[in-house]
Nanobody, 127 residues
Framework: QVQLVESGGGLVQPGGSLRLSCDAS????????LGWFRQAPGKEREGVSC????????YYADSVKGRFTISRDNAKNTVYLQMNSLKPEDTAVYYC????????????????????WGQGTQVTVSS
C-alpha cells in the first residue's frame, strides 16, 4: 500500500537550516504530485511546497519563497525539502503528501490537500 515516511525534523536556531526527507513506498513517484504541508498549534494546515515528479514543476507558498527548495529523486522514491534561513514562525509539524497527478496540479494540491499522508515530523525553530 502507499506509505510516506518523513524524517529530518528537529530543533534549530533561527537562521539555521534543515533538510526534510520523505521516503515513498507502494507507488512510483513518476505518476504523482508530491508536496510538503505544515501545521502549527492553533493554526490551519498550510501547503508549503509541491512538485510534479513528471516535469519538475514546483509551487511555493509566499511565506517560504527564496528560503525553501523542494526536490525529488525518482530513483530513490524520495522527496526532499531544504529549509534555509529558518524563522520561529516556521515551527510546525511538517507532513509529506502525495496525489496522483491525473487528479491535480502542483498549485492545486498545495492550495488544497493531498490524497496520501505521512505521519509528520516536528520542526522547531528557537534560540
Amino acid at each position: 500500500q502507499v506509505q510516506l515516511v518523513e524524517s529530518g525534523g528537529g530543533l534549530v536556531q533561527p537562521g539555521g537550516s534543515l533538510r526534510l526527507s520523505c521516503d515513498a513506498s507502494g507507488f512510483t513517484l513518476d505518476y504523482y504530485v508530491l508536496g510538503w504541508f505544515r501545521q502549527a498549534p492553533g493554526k490551519e494546515r498550510e501547503g508549503v511546497s509541491c512538485i510534479s515528479s513528471r516535469d519538475g514543476s514546483t509551487y511555493y507558498a509566499d511565506s517560504v519563497k527564496g528560503r525553501f527548495t523542494i526536490s525529488r529523486d525518482n530513483a530513490k522514491n524520495t522527496v526532499y525539502l531544504q529549509m534555509n534561513s529558518l524563522k520561529p514562525e516556521d515551527t510546525a509539524v511538517y507532513y509529506c503528501a502525495a496525489t496522483p497527478r491525473f487528479y491535480t496540479t502542483v498549485q492545486a494540491m498545495c492550495l488544497s490537500s493531498g490524497r496520501y499522508w505521512g505521519q509528520g515530523t516536528q520542526v522547531t525553530v528557537s534560540s
